[in-house]
């Protein structure tokens, strides 16, 4: 018998009967009548040739061709049957999408994933992470972390907190003063946008009173996150945000030995305003805004 003209109504009526050994229990299952139930065996009999229950008073039993047939069906339809819930379930969990930059996810909102599944266990994060502006209107994303002043046209934006920049250094280099900065290489990374405000190294010798190191050497990139490994290696001093190398300092990888500490921009939370937020994208923002609110206690 080829695939195209497999009886699959009446296989399926053999499979209920079988593992319920009854037509009439059979018939309650599929919602028809036992007369239904008889008719579509009695078909599926002929078309095959083969005699596949015994009937009796109040019961029927295999015969030794429904035997045979029995478990294969039963365990072709378990399989459909779990195949299908867990494709339905996926589709149907609830999903939020986060557009950040790069640094930004993995430093910050990363490390934070398992406090997020331990409170909303039922929503799935989408992480976005990308230095270019994504347009909200246009892109898929429910919520962005932009970073800088603002304002945002076409978005709701609400400050998470500002971004506080520190000298950095791996403790074996033995960093302790500002005098120790003409020793080692300073660590630098470029601004998308140069902004006086920017928490440069000129800033921060500025606001320090203190020159800069004629001699010093240093190491460039162009991604913050770059930097702060570079750090964490050993291979000089890094001006970056205390917010991304919180697990950092927090391992001894990474020491603030001195201060000034200077402000970064702000980072906001920003969502479409011609999408009203869902439930699930709401409590997203709230966790967000209490994950900001711990940041933002020094």
Do not use: C
């Amino acid at each position: 018998m080829q695939r195209r003209s497999l009886p699959l109504s009446g296989l399926r009526v053999f499979e209920a009967a079988a593992r319920l050994g009854s037509f009439k229990a059979a018939a309650q299952e599929l919602a028809v009548t036992p007369t239904a139930v008889s008719h579509q065996i009695r078909a599926l009999e002929a078309q095959t040739g083969l005699a596949l229950f015994e009937r009796h008073v109040r019961r029927v039993s295999l015969t030794e061709a429904g035997v045979q047939l029995y478990p294969v069906l039963r365990d072709g339809f378990d399989a459909f049957e779990a195949t299908l819930a867990r494709l339905t379930h996926a589709r149907t969990r609830m999903q939020v999408t986060i557009s950040a930059t790069n640094a930004f996810t993995v430093k910050w909102l990363v490390p934070r994933m398992a406090d997020f599944r331990s409170r909303h266990p039922g929503i799935d994060l989408q992480l976005q992470a990308s230095d270019e502006v994504v347009d909200l209107r246009s892109a898929a994303v429910d919520i962005a972390i932009r970073y800088g002043r603002g304002p945002y046209p076409g978005l709701v934006a609400r400050p998470l907190f500002t971004d506080r920049f520190a000298p950095v250094a791996n403790p074996r280099l033995g960093v302790e003063s500002p005098d120790d900065l003409a020793r080692v290489p300073l660590i630098r990374f470029d601004w998308k946008r140069p902004q006086a405000e920017n928490p440069t190294w000129e800033r921060w010798f500025r606001i320090a009173r203190r020159r800069e190191p004629r001699q010093a050497s240093e190491l460039r990139f162009s991604d913050e996150g770059h930097a702060i490994q570079a750090a964490v290696a050993g291979h000089g001093v890094a001006l970056v945000s205390l917010a991304l190398i919180a697990e950092e300092l927090e391992a001894g990888h990474l020491v603030q030995p001195f201060g000034p500490v200077i402000s970064g921009h702000t980072y906001h939370l920003a969502k479409p305003a011609d999408r009203p937020p869902s439930p699930p994208v709401r409590a997203v923002a709230d966790w967000l805004e209490t994950q900001a609110g711990l940041e933002a206690t020094p």
